[in-house]
């Protein structure tokens, strides 16, 4: 009866390793990628109430921990704090302590994954599940576009012939579906089950669709990455990169498809685009079963042996191939980059921004979409104060104030840039030595792996080193869903790691082992409730003014004003409150009482031109135009390239 139930209780640990990864990133998809507070404060609520389970449960005292965890949890929480204390200089507390709250949210996803990840076979589920969350974001992005008319999306993600939905923005899209084709290849060949091996392949050509719609260099750059450290680190890399071609054979015939009709490459959703649609759609489900074929004649292939297969087999083993092959790879890589490096630099810091008419030559260009700009605030911003920055979420007022383009910008597009302006030497190194310790603790379990374990590792770090290469490219950092890929693949190998690390399980279980255990649990309850008492305090906040905003909408400035007062209440340190209520009081003819709010504001967020551009709006109406003149210029000063400061059209 006892070893019936401890197979039944490990049964269900596999199950819920396998499901907790999949309700995460896809809950976190379908919410548009998590890059809203309400949303991402949500999920980080709900991981660290079940982190605060798993130690209830006894999972922490069965837990293998070392340095790896130690460190790891110590790095995330030291560039929380950092972010939170920056607020006595950045000039806005609220946004201050959003940034440090988005990094608890990123500790509750590690911690949680750490603590599920703590049996070999877990591990296994949970990199399944991993796979498995990624394939399900690509067919949901992929069925936005081929089939509008049955899978209705907002219309901020039709807008443009890009792939936004569902993470809400291209090239999150498509890193997510680079790091999940790295997986499904994993997956093929090392899964449990015969049958999700079998649909990791039929997946695969529509993933590199769904990868083509993004139109995103930075998705094939995730590919490539992922793709290749995962096929480089594999002993079977013979085989995966067949698999891969096998992928991208299937996926070819709807790509080609695409290219050929204006109305699917364009995604202009009229009756063309639902039609066409359907018919790449018809296309792709053969590119399936093609797919499917070749991976049969494959493991056919492998199972009959052959002497030119052995070869090949050898040859793809063989550590001084491989490093020749390495050696070629780097200088042809060195001689392109010679070749265009002059004409991908002037694309690269052009100004020009504009997406071009022919969405899939976006792949062959060069230009950096505006990053040169953005890259060269960010050191104007660590130039400016380089010790400690210009404070957590205050790169968007930097930008502002030494931009030279007119394009709104509210992230530098590179974590690591992002990180030495916001948080300075200080906090730009700790990010650094955060990420680097991750990879670090990821290539260390890999190398230490017996095969096949060192497969499933090999896909883990591929995953985990794409997205630290190109979130120093993009804003990815601030989008949960595809930031959660990069905790959750850490956190599995963090654990694989420690259990290869920790000593023998009796020797940690005399009255020593059992009191720092206990004391661990005790902190990491601790960590658990604080971090849930600061994410709440944004979330009721942000929900409170959406409340007074509809009821201001529907009429009922009663109820807006009360929203807005409790709003107050919860974080009187917060500007949003105070414009609101400035804002409702205007519109009700109260103009002392509005400016009054919006100075209230203008002191918990100076730097903010918007705000002295609303004071100024209400002092004109009031008859102050000296105060109002006053106001309009120091919002200029704030923000010199912002045309709504300079007449027309009004600024919303």
């Not at 920056?86 to 949680?112: H, K, N, P, Q």
């Not at 199972?303 to 050696?327: D, E, F, K, V, Y």
């Amino acid at each position: 009866m006892r070893a019936g139930s401890r197979t039944w209780r490990a049964r269900l640990e596999e199950s819920a390793a396998l499901v907790a990864p999949v309700v995460l990133i896809v809950g976190l998809a379908i919410a548009g990628g998590g890059y809203e507070l309400a949303d991402r404060h949500i999920a980080g609520l709900a991981v660290w109430l079940l982190v605060v389970s798993l130690i209830l449960l006894g999972v922490g005292s069965r837990a293998a921990l070392a340095r790896p965890f130690y460190w790891a949890t110590g790095l995330i929480l030291v560039v929380s704090l950092l972010s939170a204390i920056s607020s006595f200089w950045s000039g806005s507390v609220e946004l201050s302590v959003i940034e440090a709250d988005r990094v608890l949210v990123y500790l509750g996803f590690f911690v949680a994954a750490f603590l599920i990840a703590q049996t070999d076979q877990r591990r296994q589920r949970f990199a399944e599940g991993l796979a498995i969350s990624l394939a399900l974001v690509a067919l949901l992005g992929l069925a936005s576009r081929l089939l509008p008319h049955v899978l209705t999306v907002g219309a901020s993600f039709t807008t443009t012939p890009r792939l936004a939905y569902p993470l809400g923005y291209w090239n999150a899209d498509g890193a997510a579906f680079g790091i999940g084709a790295a997986l499904l290849l994993w997956l093929s060949r090392r899964s449990d089950f015969a049958p999700l091996r079998w649909a990791s392949v039929a997946v695969l050509p529509a993933l590199l669709l769904a990868l083509y719609f993004t139109y995103s260099r930075g998705g094939l750059l995730t590919l490539a990455i992922a793709a290749g450290c995962t096929i480089a680190l594999s002993r079977d890399r013979l085989w995966l990169l067949a698999t891969l071609a096998i992928g991208a054979i299937g996926a070819l015939p709807a790509v080609l498809y695409a290219q050929a009709h204006g109305s699917l490459a364009d995604a202009l959703g009229d009756r063309a685009a639902v039609d066409q649609g359907v018919a790449a759609l018809a296309i792709l489900l053969a590119g399936v079963a093609l797919a499917l074929a070749l991976f049969a004649a494959l493991r056919w292939s492998e199972r009959r042996g052959g002497r030119l297969t052995g070869r090949a087999l050898s040859l793809s083993r063989n550590p001084t191939a491989l490093r020749w092959i390495a050696g070629v790879a780097a200088v042809l890589a060195i001689g392109a980059a010679i070749a265009v490096g002059g004409r991908a630099w002037h694309q690269f810091s052009s100004s020009d921004v504009q997406f071009p008419e022919n969405p899939a030559t976006h792949f062959s260009e060069l230009s950096g979409a505006g990053r040169h700009d953005f890259y060269r605030v960010a050191l104007d911003a660590f130039d400016e104060k380089p010790v400690f920055g210009v404070g957590a979420g205050a790169y968007q007022f930097s930008w502002e104030r030494h931009r030279s383009i007119p394009q709104p910008v509210h992230d530098a597009h590179s974590l690591y840039l992002e990180a030495f302006a916001e948080l300075g030497i200080v906090g730009g190194l700790l990010v650094l030595a955060l990420v680097g310790t991750l990879l670090w603790t990821a290539f260390a379990a890999w190398r230490a792996a017996p095969h096949p374990r060192r497969e499933r590792y090999a896909a883990l770090f591929a995953a985990t080193l794409a997205f630290a290469v190109v979130a120093g490219l993009d804003w990815f950092w601030e989008i949960a869903g595809l930031g959660a890929v990069f905790f959750l693949a850490a956190a599995v190998l963090t654990a694989a790691r420690c259990a290869q690390l920790a000593p023998p399980r009796p020797a940690g279980f005399g009255p020593e082992g059992e009191g720092r255990r206990f004391g661990l649990a005790v902190a990491g309850l601790a960590v658990a409730w604080l971090a849930a008492v600061a994410l709440i305090g944004p979330l009721l906040v942000d929900r409170e003014i959406d409340a007074s905003q509809s009821a201001v909408a529907r009429g009922d400035l009663t109820a807006g004003v009360d929203h807005a007062k409790t709003a107050r209440s919860i974080e009187p340190f917060a500007a949003s409150p105070y414009v609101q209520l400035g804002l409702i009081a205007e519109s009700q003819g109260e103009y002392d009482v509005a400016i009054e709010r919006l100075t209230q504001a203008i002191d918990r967020e100076d730097r903010n031109w918007q705000y002295y551009y609303l004071r100024s709006k209400v002092e004109a109406e009031a008859g102050d135009a000296a105060a109002a003149q006053a106001d309009l210029i120091h919002a200029r000063r704030l923000n010199p390239l912002e045309q709504c400061l300079r007449g027309r059209p009004d600024c919303g």
